[in-house]
């Protein structure tokens, strides 16, 4: 979890340092269980459309389409930029600031979601 | 004037598909005939949007436009790796000619429009364009098609400007009438 001490000043971080402080053994349970989830972007759509992650697990998204992609936060908190085709884009869940709708900036139907245990 | 030009747009393109049920019905198109024509087809949708990247201050239309020129690019691109890959080359023909003759006709139209006016004409000849290229692939060129690969790529085309038929549907609504 030491990524968190890099995270961007937002307000989600204050929530993001509680839940680390009150719950630093669990924090450090979680960490050691750490999974990496895949989407693929494939067909104009996100495989699965939503991902169930935990704290400290990382998201992968793969571009298996002929045409480029974007994974961008509906709040603009994080960016993939422009995805060629079979490029990758990670991102660790660092704290709730990173959960909930996101979009394909270039093709606005492509949505999917990340829900946190 | 919007009438006016959706009119004159879809007598053009069924002119275009007059043409190209004519060549099927003498022999049917062969595959690097195909090829020809959908990549014409990609790159006129690129000519459209470089069009509209000089006209409009429309955020969603330039949005489009943007998304048109590097999906379109990335299809003729694969197109072009998948003929070299199986040594063969696009062979020009009468349909191709009558869509891009039809196209320079939609170009000179929409170079005389400005501002809401031209946003509007711009994105319903999108809608109207990808609704009548998806017909003809979806109902001409992938029936015809011989090599399995092509008749693949196709179908990734196929998809990919269905996605834009639909961005440019719901861009039409946005803009209004
Ligand atoms: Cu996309």
């Known amino acids: ?117 | 004037m919007f009438r006016k030009i959706f009119l004159s747009c879809a007598a053009g393109l069924l002119a275009v598909l007059g043409a190209s049920s004519a060549n099927a019905e003498d022999g049917g198109l062969n595959d690097m005939q195909i090829a020809h024509i959908a990549y014409v087809a990609g790159q006129i949708d690129i000519q459209y949007a470089n069009i509209a990247l000089e006209r409009s201050h429309n955020t969603d239309v330039r949005a489009f436009a943007e998304t048109m020129l590097r999906d379109h690019k990335s299809v003729n691109d694969a197109a072009l790796a998948l003929l070299e890959k199986l040594g063969a080359s696009p062979e020009d023909n009468p349909t191709s000619q009558s869509l891009q003759a039809s196209a320079a006709a939609k170009r000179a139209e929409l170079k005389a429009l400005k501002g809401a006016a031209f946003d509007r004409a711009y994105a319903a000849n999108e809608l109207a364009y990808h609704q009548f290229v998806n017909k003809t692939v979806e109902g001409t060129f992938i029936p015809a098609a011989q090599n399995a690969e092509f008749k693949d790529l196709l179908g990734v085309a196929l998809a990919t400007f269905k996605v834009h038929e639909g961005h440019a549907e719901a861009l039409v609504g946005k803009l209004g009438k």
Do not use: Q
Not at chain 1, 38 to 51: C, D, L, Q, T, Y
Not at chain 1, 70 to 82: F, H, K
Not at chain 1, 99 to 116: A, K, L, N, Q, R
């Open chain 1, 1 to 117: 979890m030491a990524s968190l001490g890099v995270k961007v000043m937002r307000p989600g971080l204050w929530i993001g340092l509680g839940v680390m402080i009150a719950g630093g053994v669990l924090s450090l349970a979680t960490s050691a269980a750490a999974e990496t989830h895949v989407v693929e972007m494939r067909g104009f759509e996100f495989f699965p459309a939503e991902v169930n992650v935990a704290i400290g697990d990382t998201i992968v998204w793969v571009n298996k389409d002929v045409v480029p992609h974007t994974a961008t936060a509906g709040d603009g908190a994080w960016d993939s930029g422009l995805m060629e085709t079979g490029d990758e884009f990670s991102l660790v869940v660092e704290d709730t600031v990173n959960v909930g709708d996101y979009v394909c900036t270039f093709h606005p139907t492509m949505v999917g979601v990340i829900s946190v245990d």
